[in-house]
């Protein structure tokens, strides 16, 4: 080998794609040997004695010619070989046939002029069929090549396909165009009855029923699901059969988040532990609210939290008249603010910063927008920080909502609606009191006067909120472990963000006024069985590469959170999924004073203060915390 031939040589080696002049110069090699092949067959494989101007000379130019002509009309040169799929044949097909359809026209027209065909029609036709053998098996027996000797990773990870449809089919040409040298799809799965059995991109759609013993049978890396309406019961079946044959459980987006309508690998992405909860997501159609917002100046405090934020995103589809956003976060509300101007501009958006137990701020942003709705999220929410910190949750939990509440009503505000918890139910620490004392402070308030009609939405955890178990778990797993988890036994009940509060605008527009309203969250989740099958999904094995710390229960934290979601302490609504909590009222003159009494005391000890909570709320007994001793108390007259 010279020099240059050898420097080429390294050269290929080296690219990552073979350039199109090359496969052209291929592909125009290849229909040269299947002209003279053709050639060879028709004179029963004898050199003709007249070489000159015959068959061999005017035959080969014409036929090049045309092939090269329509070569670069379909492009056929820019097909990537070891990428060689279905699609790429049927291309190369219609190049072929358009090619000899010219030259069938051509010999019409020869003949019409000189009665005798300028290509025989013979030759026409074996060479388009050997032609395309010739094209279609070197293809393919590159990319077997590629796959076999060149590939880096030397062993391909098999992957399937749960979705013998659309969806499933460009996931596998999308894998084959992408990833053809590090995957290989072994077969579709389906429910249904009339795919079984076919065959699909040249592979064998099954039964769904069998998927579990495939798994266990075959070195299956990626299951991928490619159906595009799937509940998460269904998602949830398929992962749990995957993970115990440490099969990664991958999910293709839906059509509208492909880009530019076409799928990229890089889109299909891990099944999320959102997409694992024993619930399917509530949908609402929130257009039936607009009678209730358009037109209307709304207020949200906390609105750079979690919650606070997904209101103000779920608003800003309304004609409303103007947001008011209250926040004391001023980098949560620096980037609230980008995203609002990328949806639809700050123009009736006006956000203040500051802290909505200032009085005389808050009095000055109520007398000056006069609002009609208020979704009041500012709180405090950390049971073990609250905890520590009792004169914070009394300030802002109980102190913050009555200041809002009495202004509310001042200013004429038609609503309130304040977002609670489930941990105000039966309390058993600081911030879960400190929430049920203003849930009573607001219902209260409801029934002593006729301007306002005051609201309760009381809910779980929501999935990714700050300071959640999940972003936490997901954190620790990047890490490297442990996860910490405090009980084997703790459950919580869990929702979307966006589904929370798209609840919370709805029983808000529900609402007569004195409701505390609370949400269908379905199972409890036991915290330890979220954090095992976050393990799994991460595709590592627990106790091996990552292990569960039990750290032991929190100041204040209760084993089974509470909803009072049955039917003897709740009833219905007109929508299934909300429902209205059976709960001791108070009137609001014997409230009052016990509020007030506790707000003077912030300066007092902290025993003092939480003793004060107590009496206000006869159900707040303490847990794994300091003030237990109070509950062991005799009750001290007022």
């Not at 045309?66 to 049927?90: G, P, S």
């Not at 996860?483 to 009940?493: L, S």
């Not at 709740?570 to 009494?597: G, S």
């Not at 939480?610 to 109070?630: G, R």
Request: net charge neutral.
């Amino acid at each position: 080998m010279n020099n240059p031939i050898k420097k080429l040589y390294l050269k290929m080696r080296k690219m990552h794609i073979t350039p199109p002049w090359l496969v052209m110069v291929i592909d125009l090699l290849w229909v040269a040997l299947s002209i003279f092949l053709t050639l060879f067959i028709r004179d029963n494989f004898q050199f003709p004695t007249h070489l000159y101007f015959s068959d061999w000379v005017y035959t080969p130019i014409l036929l090049l010619l045309t092939r090269f002509f329509f070569f670069e009309v379909f492009e056929t040169h820019h097909l990537v070989i070891r990428y060689t799929n279905t699609n790429d044949v049927v291309k190369l097909f219609w190049s072929c046939l358009a090619g000899t359809g010219a030259i069938a026209v051509i010999n019409l027209v020869d003949y019409i002029l000189t009665k005798h065909f300028l290509v025989p029609t013979s030759v026409l036709v074996m060479e388009f069929f050997i032609t395309m053998v010739f094209l279609v098996f070197y293809r393919f027996a590159f990319k077997l090549y590629y796959l076999e000797t060149m590939n880096p990773s030397k062993r391909r990870k098999n992957i399937v396909i749960f979705g013998a449809g659309a969806s499933g089919v460009t996931t596998k040409r999308t894998i084959d165009r992408d990833n053809a040298s590090k995957y290989n799809v072994l077969a579709f799965f389906d429910e249904d009855e009339n795919k079984i059995g076919m065959q699909l991109e040249s592979l064998p759609v099954f039964e769904f029923q069998h998927l579990e013993e495939f798994l266990r049978d075959n070195n299956v890396s990626f299951l991928i699901i490619a159906v595009q309406k799937i509940t998460n019961a269904k998602i949830k079946e398929i992962t749990e059969l995957a993970l115990p044959y440490n099969v990664k459980v991958l999910k293709v987006p839906p059509v509208s988040r492909w880009l530019n309508g076409n799928l990229s690998f890089k889109q299909i992405k891990k099944v999320r532990i959102e997409d694992l909860l024993e619930r399917n997501p509530i949908q609402l159609d929130l257009s039936l609210l607009n009678p209730e917002l358009n037109g209307q100046t709304i207020m949200i405090t906390g609105a750079a939290g979690s919650i606070g934020s997904e209101i103000v995103r779920q608003l800003l589809k309304f004609s409303y008249k103007k947001l008011i956003l209250i926040d004391e976060a001023e980098t949560p509300c620096f980037f609230l603010e980008g995203e609002i101007m990328k949806i639809n501009g700050m123009d009736r958006v006006n956000m203040h910063i500051f802290d909505i137990c200032d009085e005389r701020q808050l009095e000055k942003m109520m007398l000056l927008y006069k609002p009609d709705v208020i979704y009041h999220a500012a709180a405090y929410k950390h049971v073990p920080m609250m905890e520590k910190n009792v004169r914070s949750a009394v300030k802002v939990n109980v102190g913050g909502t009555k200041s809002l509440a009495d202004l509310a009503v001042r200013c004429g505000t038609k609503k309130f609606v304040m977002v609670s918890t489930d941990k105000a139910v039966n309390p058993t620490n600081v911030m879960g009191a400190s929430k049920r004392i203003a849930e009573m402070y607001v219902q209260a308030l409801n029934f002593q006067q006729d301007t306002t009609r005051f609201i309760t939405t009381r809910f779980g955890n929501v999935l990714d909120s700050n300071g959640s178990v999940i972003p936490i778990f997901r954190q620790q797993i990047e890490n490297g472990g442990p996860i910490t988890v405090t009980h084997p036994d703790i459950t919580r009940y869990f929702m979307t963000i966006a589904e929370a509060c798209q609840l919370v605008i709805t029983a808000g527009a529900m609402g007569k006024g004195g409701e505390i309203f609370i949400f269908d969250m379905g199972k409890s989740i036991r915290i330890s069985d979220l954090a095992k099958k976050m393990v799994q999904l991460s595709g590592l094995t627990l106790d091996k590469d990552i292990s569960i710390q039990y750290t032991g229960l929190r100041p204040g934290e209760k084993l089974y959170e509470e909803l009072l979601a049955n039917e003897e302490n709740t009833t219905k609504t007109e929508h299934k999924k909300i429902m209205i909590a059976k709960v001791r009222t108070c009137k609001y003159d014997e409230l009052l004073p016990k509020v007030e009494k506790l707000l003077q005391h912030q300066n007092e000890d902290e025993f003092t203060i939480v003793a004060d909570m107590k009496d206000i709320v006869e159900e707040y007994k303490s847990q794994n915390s300091v003030f237990e001793v109070i509950d062991n108390q005799e009750k001290k007259p007022l």
